[in-house]
């Protein structure tokens, strides 16, 4: 593995004044998801003819920028995200970080950005936790969310590839995703608008796939559901994904079907775990195409018994209820189902350290 070779080195700025033991306490006590950050981050530059260099750990502070820097016209960015647990033995393990490295470099070569070496994407990683490794939250479902993240920033305004870039990793404590507090969430089906397109970039993490998500999540979360699930684009009637979910539909003669990766969506890390984890169950998981017209009658005549949405922020989630303009119908119980409850069980326990892991998954840092 990466880890075991010689690592990238990285300079280290100390905080001229970082967070108190208490104030740390107290996020970690209630953290939330995405609204507070450890006090670290680590950025490297690329300039063409240089590559990578200045790879650095240090206080975590505004970014400079040029008003012309090439992100904010040109949108080249691209992001991942991943989470640091602690484990019972006090050590902390990140879940198949390596898979995280090559798709943001899949998802940098979409956008005609450099790659960066697989071994210096998880040594800023382990960099960055070595400084903030004391912002990992205890108890159920809490954890440390890392996002690394690249941008072009050369101040250019013609319209190419940009020649200097940014790779900067930050880190968030993080309770769960879903605030409802309900058994499972709720869809609303979007009929004016699609996620991605046939030849977009639908397949990579880049931030313009989920600002045009916004507007039609704000639809659902106004209509009162959790969150939005969008049709293909061509003949609006094939299950895509999610905002920033897989999805998964469990039927009663031990079938899992879930949609195929075709370039228009995200190939989800915890998607292809949970593929194994199913198979290791002794269930059929199928990759193929599913209607929204199908779903609703599986739903109804009993043949679905569970739907479930998983990605790595909000892992694995019952969907109970899915409402469209000309539909409105509950899956299953329209709670937690057995298959569902049992896969989150094993993935967060592997996670965690505390169901053996015998995929080789977690690494320890």
């Known amino acids: ?20 033991d208490a104030d740390r306490a107290a996020v970690l006590a209630n953290p939330g998801f995405g609204t507070q950050f450890t006090d670290h981050m680590v950025t490297v530059d690329w300039k063409e003819g240089e590559g990578w260099h200045n790879a650095t750990v240090g206080p975590r502070q505004p970014i400079p920028l040029d008003p012309a820097a090439s992100v904010l016209h040109y949108a080249q960015e691209i992001f991942e995200g991943l989470k640091a647990y602690r484990h019972p033995d006090g050590s902390t393990a990140l879940f198949r970080p390596e898979q995280n490295a090559q798709r943001f470099n899949r998802s940098a070569d979409r956008l005609a950005m450099p790659n960066i070496p697989e071994d210096m994407f998880l040594a800023a990683i382990d960099a960055l936790l070595e400084v903030d490794g004391n912002w990992i939250p205890d108890g159920a479902g809490a954890s440390l969310y890392l996002r690394p993240f690249m941008f072009a920033d050369e101040a250019f305004l013609g319209v190419r590839p940009a020649k200097s870039y940014k790779f900067i990793v930050i880190a968030s404590p993080a309770g769960n995703y879903f605030k409802s507090g309900a058994p499972a969430v709720s869809i609303w089906v979007s009929s004016d608008y699609t996620r991605a397109a046939p030849g977009g970039t639908g397949a990579a993490k880049c931030g313009g796939n989920y600002a045009a998500s916004l507007v039609p999540q704000a639809e659902a979360i106004e209509r009162g559901y959790d969150q939005v699930v969008f049709l293909d684009a061509v003949e609006r009637k094939w299950i895509e994904e999610l905002g920033g979910m897989n999805l998964f539909f469990v039927f009663d003669d031990g079938r899992v ?24 169950e002794g269930l059929n998981v199928v990759e193929e195409r599913y209607s929204i017209d199908q779903w609703q009658a599986d739903a109804e005549s009993g043949k679905l018994v569970e739907c479930f949405a998983c990605g790595t922020a909000a892992v694995v989630t019952p969907v ?19 298959i569902t409850g049992k896969l989150k069980a094993k993935l967060t326990g592997i996670q965690r350290g505390e169901v053996e892991d015998t995929h080789d998954w977690v690494r320890r840092v």
């Open 1 to 20: 593995m990466a880890n075991n070779a010689a690592k990238p080195q990285f300079a280290h700025i100390p905080h001229p004044a970082p967070t108190s």
């Open 320 to 338: 109970g209820r899915v409402v469209g303009r000309d539909r409105d119908f509950t899956v299953g119980s329209g709670g937690p189902g057995q």
């Open 257 to 280: 079907v879930t949609p195929p990766l075709s370039g228009t969506i995200l190939p989800g890390i915890t998607r292809d775990s949970l593929i194994d984890l199913l198979r290791e």
